[in-house]
């Protein structure tokens, strides 16, 4: 459905008096789909806090089990909806992996992730990390210290695995890059190879969210990158240290989405909006009064039918502050961020970066021209939908008008490049010239063929 249709039935509705604050509902029993992390914070909270039912929405969120049954749920209708990778509705609208085409109206955060290392890879990789006046490591942590370690396993010839959460998930597009940025080659995906490990320094594997601990303690990887409380939980058991989150790797940088299928919201487009709202004000909550409300939201997020952590794990990166090694708590305010920032609108430059990854290392085979990139973001991020949707809640009093970027063409301003773990400026209106100023990966007309790179 294009921008001018949605703006006319949200504008019809506002116009109704008998419409006026609840939209007249296509579909009000819905179930949404999630997995057990943190930023799955807004539908808890849209649930507990009764947002959805405001809406006139009857809801049930139920668990799953990893993130392609959640997808697979989504795409066969048994879930209405699910807590999303922000990869898996560009993955599928694009025909990776599986062929739906999958629609955002709303991005669920920014940040929330972090690499984590094995006590063993750490105490190898200290004497290559700088340290302050007070003799703690100096973050951000570059993957040129891990660099000789990795090497030294090389020679001894045992691979160095790592552990990430999905093909197309944030997780490992930010430990390529944080590798990338460190000289280490994380590996070439190819149409005949999609294990992701073609010309790899180091070996990346999938492992889903609660049992990188566990996998990491075993031996069967060296380290992983995943969202919360997973990192924190290595340093509560004493078997792992994170070595840098993703607000230091690129300040401020997009997570997870709530995902529906196109055909979803063209048949259900009041639902859609009114599902879009009780989300914005759950995650105007999370962030309100300076996160005054999140020690109520890691009490919701610690029960057992959501992310089922241990409270304080969880308050360990939800409340303000990260801890690195036991005792070295450091303020990362940011650390977790639900509505500053403009964090719930679907930005299309948020997309093209996820894009652009997937042609960096091989998922997209074939080089792409600047216009693909633009009309494949705006065929999946809907920032029409998520404007009808605030501008109800402004006229209900339930938000302010300075909340929403009203005027936005869909893109953020760039990122500068002091803002990234490698120094290089992201920005979204100029992907393929990005991918050029990227040491590695591949760029231009570049493809794998077998094991190479070819030009």
Known sequence: MNTFKWLITSTALIASPALAGMLDLEKDELTFGFIKLTDMAPLAVAYEQGYFEDEGLYVTIEAQANWKVLLDGVIDGQLDGAHMLAGQPIAATIGYGTQAHIITPFSMDL?????T??????????????LMDDG???????AAALAPVVESYKDQGIAFNMGMVFPVSTHNYELRYWLAAGGLKPGYYSPEDVSGQIGADVYLSVT?????????????????????PWNQQAVFKGIGVPVITDYELWKNNPEKVFGITAEFAETNPNTTLALTKALIRAAMWLDENDNANRAEAVEILSRSEYVGADAD???????GTFEYEKGDVRAVPDFN???????TYPYYSDAIWYLTQMRRWGQI???KTDEWFFDTARDIYRPDIYLSAARL???????????????????????????????IAYDGRTPNAYLESLPIGLKGTQTIVGNEIRD
Not at 117 to 130: H, R, Y
Not at 136 to 142: A, L, Y
Not at 337 to 343: D, E, K, Q, S, V
Not at 393 to 419: C, H, I, M
């Open 111 to 115: 940040n929330g992730n972090a690499i």
């Open 208 to 228: 889903p969210p609660p049992q990188m601990p566990s996998t990491m303690e075993a031996g069967t990887i060296f380290g992983y990158c995943v969202g919360e």
């Open 365 to 367: 085979a074939e080089p």
């Open 313 to 319: 794990v969880i308050a360990n990166s939800m409340t």
């Open 337 to 343: 961020t639900f509505f500053r920032h403009n964090a």
């Open 136 to 142: 703690r490591p100096q973050h951000p942590i570059s």
């Open 393 to 423: 809640l402004v006229d209900d009093g339930l938000a302010a008008e300075a909340d929403f970027p009203w005027d936005s063409d869909g893109f953020k301003a760039p990122t500068p490049a002091e803002d990234i773990i490698d120094g």
């Open 117 to 130: 290392v094995s006590n063993d890879i750490w105490e190898q990789m200290k004497p290559n990390v700088p």
